[in-house]
Each structure stands twice: as C-alpha cells, then as structure tokens.
C-alpha cells in the first residue's frame, strides 16, 4: 500500500505563529511537553473569523490580518493568529503580526489622557481646544481636516481629535510620555527628541503583544503585569504606573465609544455587554488596528500588509473594528459585565458629581443643563461654573445695568465665555448668548468691579526668553508677542512694561514688543479696568 505523504500545510499544525513564538521564548523542555496558556476553542475561532473576514474584503484590499487575546486577570496569551494564512508566502503568512512593530495610530492616546488626569490636568468632562495650534514646528491636523473647536476631554478622546491629545501631552510635566512608555516596556524607541510630540499620534512603533499590556493595565487598576504563554510562570515584575483610578475613568470613557456602523452580527446581543475599545490608523493608511476590553479579555487585532504598502480602506473604525466586535460577541459570553465591575468603586478615591454639560465646571444654578462625571477628589481640577451669569439689563433700551433696580431692571442669564473660547466658538459658527454692553450711565469703576481679570497667556514667567543682538543682522529675533484671555465685551487691552505704556492691541491679535536685555514686569489693563500683570526676564545674545 503506498505511503500517503501530506504537503506540510495540510499536517496538523495548530496555532503555529505561537508555537514558534513558545519555542523561542522557553529555553528548554520539561519532561517533553509544554503546558501553554492556548485556549484552542478560542484560537480556533480567531483563526477562522480572519480566514473568513479576509476572504470576505478581499475586493477592498483586505488581504491579511492578526489577532491576540489576552485575558488580563490572569495575563495569559488564549488565542494568537499572527496572519491571514501562515502558508500563504505572498503575503509573507509566516511573520507573526503580533510580534512586528508598526505605528499605531491613535490607538495610545488613551494614555497621554490618563496621565493627563493623575497630573491634575483633566477629568472626563474638562473642556479642551480643537483647533488649529502649533506647537514649535508641529502642526498637527485631524483625520477629517477639520476642528470643532470647543469639546469636552471624553468626546474629545472618543472621537479622536489630534489637536486636543497632543496639547495634553505638551502639558504634562510629572512623566512625559515617553517616559511612560518606557517605563511600559515598548522597546526599540528612538531618543525622545526623535518623536517630539507627534509621539501620541502614533510617531512611534510598538507590537500587538505590547498594546494588549498597556490595555490589560488599565483593566489591571494600572498595574503593569508580564504577559505569559506558559502555565504556572510567577509573576514577581509587576509594578504601578497609573492610578486605579484614571485607568477606570479611561475605560468608562472607552465603553461609551459606539460600536462600528457596519456589523455583521446581532447588535442586540453586544448591547448588554460593554466593549470599552480605541481604533488607530497609521499614516498613509497602512496600519488599521482595533484593541478593546471586555469580559476578563483584552483583544488586539490589526489588519494591514506586511510589506507596509498602504490601502484607503485601512481605517481602523471601519476596517479592524468589525472584526473586534465579532470576535467579542462570540468570546465574551458573561453578558453582564460591565466597566464597574472591573474594580470596586467604593475603594477608590472617586466620586462622581454634577457638572455643567456645555462647561465641564461644578454646576450652579443658571446653568442650563448638567451631567454626571467622575472626579479625583484632591487630584481633578474642580471649580464652579462662572460661565453663566445672572445680570440686570434695563428694560427700555436692553443694555447691561450697573446694579439692580427693580422698576428699571430685570434679571437675565448670558453666556460670559473668555474671550478665548469665544473666538473658537465663533469659528465654528456656533452663536452664543452673550452679555450685551454696558449702559453709558455705567463708570470705569463700576465696571472693573464686575467680571474676570484678564489672563496673560504670553509672555511666559516658566520661560527665559533669549533674543539676538542688532548686530547679528537685520533678521535677528527680538520680538515678543504679549497676549491676554479676557471676558467678553472687551475689545482693547492695553499693555505697559515696568510701568510704562507700550502699546495696545484688539482681542484676537498679539501686541508684538520689541525686547531688550533685562528684567520686566509686563502688565496688562483691559478696557474696563481690570488688570493684572508678570514678571519676566529676557536674555540677549551676543
């Protein structure tokens, strides 16, 4: 009878990416066999809902794709495909995905917020800026090439606005973030400087296996945990690098991000569990990622070529995301988990409070609409709404009254945004309801003893400012731009140096001084009286 030989494909061979990935992790055998932490029902189905999920696109371009389950409570590897097909040479099938470093896209942003949050920075519902902003020679834009000027720290990570992510990582101060990734493990980085702040939008490189830790230590209370393939491996490098605390108000945020519009799966049957997840899109469309948290998993998956040739249809929401939620709704089967249930919440130091909806401040009483949000009491950056104002405003010619007279008079609430994001507003072509002006029979006086303060945002007290000498040429840089934030209605701000006016400027526009070697006191009087003033100091280059 002749001998039946089989190619090697169609030998058993299962879950061959991690067993090369076992075989070159453990040093030797003991007593001829391995006991691994592979779930094979679960590599199973990953196996087949990729081979089926590429064969499906493959008219959009969708030729390969890689997938890792973890489960984080135990920080055991259950399923690891690492292409589309491990005998498929064309698209280099024996490469393990999980294991080849590739940018990310935005799928680490939720870290630059977390950090955010442990500096005091934010909480979920602070008011952030997308818009348009430079940062030394950086400009960063958003996928959709647009800004929406004012929106809340949650939408604005949801939604993964570019601006808002890297304005927080340029403010942090206690640990950068690259430093945090360090600290995380992510291998192969270049020198900090290398990345600058493009680094939360997926400057960097990291692996599948990588992304699934920085998840499972959100799921972890912050804890960073080692990843194991083997069974009964000790645990002994653990080591906390976020609060519990900001790690369950960035899932809590996460769980809220909406499923993919397209779905091949009952949306019924995900509704009762919770999927808290993050997309990433790499530069020129080359790497489409998807990572998530639900039940005890963490679940990375990654579609893309290889050979890093980029496809209009590698968006992480619309290309990777169908396929995290497929694999959820097979895998997690505790229909009731929830984010809560990650951590007893009574033993953190959270609370969850009112807030005004439009502001993100503590609500009072004109505020029109509120809404719950959680709070690092001692940590977040609470303070109470003074956006909405209850002021008198004379009756026969509508303008705003210097006090309070009930025959003449009547109370009414406006819109008292500085003067900042009132510009914002502006350009996003919101209208507002702003306070009217000031009756004529109202004095200087009166007037400076109502509202806020103007806010000098430029020049710097934290900065030394270094300008050149006149005899290095007529391009040397001298030139220091003085701004302020002010309430609305003000239309001037008058600047003075060391108690000398230099000049005036209308709001929007920078007054541009022309420094000198020195010390100053640079102070600021807006149209209305009110002031306020900082010192700074300027070094000239010879």
Known sequence: ??????????????????????????????????????????????????????????????????ALLLNYETMEIKAMVGSADFFNNALQGQVNGTLAKRSPGSALKPFVYALAMDEGLIHPMTLLRDSPKRFGGFSPENYDKQFLGPISARDALIQSRNVPAVDLQSQLTQTSFYDFLVDAGISGLKDEAHYGLALALGGGEVTMKELASLYAMLANKGVLKPIKSIKGTSDKTSKQLLSAEASFMILDILKDNPPPNALNFNKNSLQKKQVAWKTGTSWAFRDAWAVGVSGPYVLVVWVGNFDGT?????????????????????????????????????MLNIKRLKVCKNTGDLAEKHCPSTVSSWFIPGVSPIKVSNIYRSIPIEKSTGLRACWFDAEKTKMKT????????????????????TPPQYSKNCSLDQKSRSGQIPVITSPQTSIEYVIQSQEQGNNATREIPFSAIVDP??????????????????????????ASNGQYNVRVVDDFGRGASRKIKVLQIY
């Open 1 to 66: 009878m002749p001998l039946n030989v089989r190619p090697p494909e169609d030998l058993p061979f299962l879950a061959p990416h991690f067993v090369n990935y076992v075989k070159q992790t453990v040093s030797r055998w003991d007593h001829g066999y391995i006991n691994t932490t592979l779930n094979s029902v679960q590599q199973r189905t990953l196996e087949k809902g990729i081979s089926h999920y590429v064969s499906s696109n493959a008219s959009s371009g969708i030729n390969n794709a890689a």
């Open 310 to 346: 980029g496809n209009n249809a590698f968006i992480g929401r619309s290309a990777a995301g169908p396929l995290l939620f497929s694999f959820f709704s097979t895998i997690v089967t505790d229909k009731h988990w929830k984010v809560e249930d990650l951590t007893a919440t009574g």
């Open 414 to 433: 406006f819109e008292f945004w500085p003067s900042d994001f009132l510009q914002l507003f502006t350009q996003a072509g919101i209208s507002l309801k």
């Open 489 to 514: 209605n003000v239309e001037t701000l008058y600047w003075f140096v060391n108690a000398t006016y230099v000049g005036s400027s209308k709001i929007g526009n920078p007054f541009i001084w022309n």
